[in-house]
Structure formats: structure tokens, C-alpha cells
């Protein structure tokens, strides 16, 4: 446990010197992730601070564990048991320097303006992945430097220094969920942001609306609007739970 203290003493003071001592561990008794972790702590000044672990995170110095503790002088046994409590687990092929870490200093508070609107929508970032991305509660705590979310399957999320999208490039969050169940992740990442100028996505009612036509079959209609071949090349009727939405190919030069 003390080596464990100190080689977090070391990496949270990675460019200033010993001067940053925890004074206090927020625990949120969030369990860890596959890829990274979160260690909230506050200093002897009162700021809150923030130190990240975990792969897939963009660090521009290259703050990997393999290369901090060869810098520093830490022994395997020491680095590995330290990446056991903070880190990440590894599988067979892959070694600390994939495991990287990021420090967060002096994290500002949240306005409650931030947040007011938040509850009863729908995060788009994790509209993605799982069906919990809808926002039953939400708070601020830690001196108002921390979200604390309730997702609409009971789980917790607590973040910080960022107020969570309910759109993207104007997709919502449920409609987002809805193209990444019938497509998957991946191409429902396509449709929302990468390739999002080749796409048209539609509701029933937005379609109905923009034909000013609520009695016609809806394929009637997704036909009548979008059936030039020259312009479209393809168009399809999605459902997700009791909503239809359109999804409609464009041809891009």
C-alpha cells in the first residue's frame, strides 16, 4: 500500500516537483471500468483535482506506466501492483504502455444553470453503446465541481468540467439509440458524425410533417419524397421500440 501512495504521489506531481499532496480521496464507490478509471482528490489548497488511468486516453506526453516507471526507477512488482488498484486490466498480449494516465488540475465548478435542464433527456455519447442514457436525477457535489448522474437503469455516472450532449450535429439521443440498434455502433457513428452529410434521418412524425401528409401509408410517403434514384440511393423504415423513423442514403460525389 505505501509503495501504491507513493508512485500516485509521483504521477499527480508529474511536472511540479513533490507540491501536490492529497488531502482528501472523493470515493464515489463507482466500480472500475475495462478501459479507464477516475480518482477524484482534493489538495492542501482546497482545489479538486483529477488523475485519469486507462488506455485509449490521449495524453500528448506519452504518459504510459511502462515509461514512468522506467524514468523513475520503479520496479515491475511495484508498477504492476500499482496498475492492479488504479489501472486497468491486461490481457495476455498487452504490457503497461498501453496503460496511460492524465492529470486534471483545479477543476472549476459547474453553474446550476448547467444543469437544470438535464433531467428527463437523453445523453447522445451514451446513447451509443446501452439502452441507459436517459437522465432521471441529477446533482452537483464536491463544491458544485462534480455531476452526479442517474441514468434511467438505476446506474451512476459522475463526471466533471464537461456538461453531457443531448444532441449531436442534431440527433438525439434516442434517435441515435435507435439507428445503433439497427445498425450498430459503428454505423450509427457513420450516420451521426462522421459521414453525417451523406444521410438524412427522419421520425415518423418529422417525415408526416415535412409531407404536410398524416392519412397516406408511411412508405407511401418515404417513396413519394425519396424515390429519385439519381438523388438517393437508398432510403428504409427503421423501428426502435413503438417509433418509426426514415433513414434515407444520399449520393455524395
Not at 477524484?40 to 495524453?59: A, C, R, T
Not at 453531457?164 to 454505423?187: C, E, H, M, W
Not at 409531407?211 to 432510403?235: M, P, Q, R, T
Amino acid at each position: 500500500m505505501q509503495i501504491n501512495n507513493e508512485i500516485f504521489l509521483k504521477i499527480i506531481n508529474r511536472f511540479g516537483g513533490n507540491g501536490i499532496t492529497p488531502s482528501e480521496y472523493i470515493d464515489f464507490k463507482i466500480p472500475k471500468k475495462n478501459d479507464y478509471n477516475h480518482y477524484y482528490y482534493k489538495d492542501e489548497s482546497g482545489n479538486l483535482n483529477l488523475l485519469i488511468i486507462g488506455k485509449n486516453i490521449f495524453s500528448p506526453y506519452d504518459d504510459n506506466l511502462k515509461t514512468f516507471a522506467s524514468k523513475n526507477n520503479i520496479n515491475d512488482n511495484d508498477i504492476n501492483e500499482f496498475n492492479d488498484k488504479y489501472g486497468v486490466e491486461l490481457k495476455d498480449d498487452e504490457d503497461l504502455s498501453i496503460v496511460k494516465y492524465k492529470n486534471v488540475y483545479d477543476i472549476q465548478p459547474y453553474k446550476k444553470s448547467d444543469i437544470q435542464w438535464l433531467e428527463g433527456k437523453g445523453i447522445a455519447d451514451y446513447a451509443f453503446e446501452n439502452d441507459s442514457y436517459i437522465v432521471k436525477h441529477a446533482e452537483l457535489m464536491v463544491d458544485d465541481k462534480i455531476l452526479s448522474i442517474q441514468l434511467n437503469f438505476g446506474n451512476w455516472v459522475a463526471i466533471s468540467r464537461q456538461v453531457p450532449r443531448t444532441q449531436i450535429n442534431g440527433y438525439d439521443a434516442t434517435t441515435i439509440r435507435a439507428l445503433s440498434v439497427f445498425y450498430g455502433k459503428n454505423v450509427a457513428t457513420d450516420i451521426v458524425i462522421y459521414n453525417k452529410d451523406k444521410y438524412l434521418v427522419f421520425t415518423e412524425t418529422e417525415l408526416r410533417n415535412n409531407a404536410n401528409d398524416h392519412e397516406s401509408e408511411l412508405k407511401d410517403i418515404v417513396f413519394n419524397l425519396y424515390g429519385d434514384h439519381d438523388k438517393y440511393e437508398n432510403k428504409e423504415i427503421i423501428k426502435y421500440k413503438n417509433d418509426y423513423y426514415i433513414v434515407v442514403t444520399k449520393y455524395t460525389k
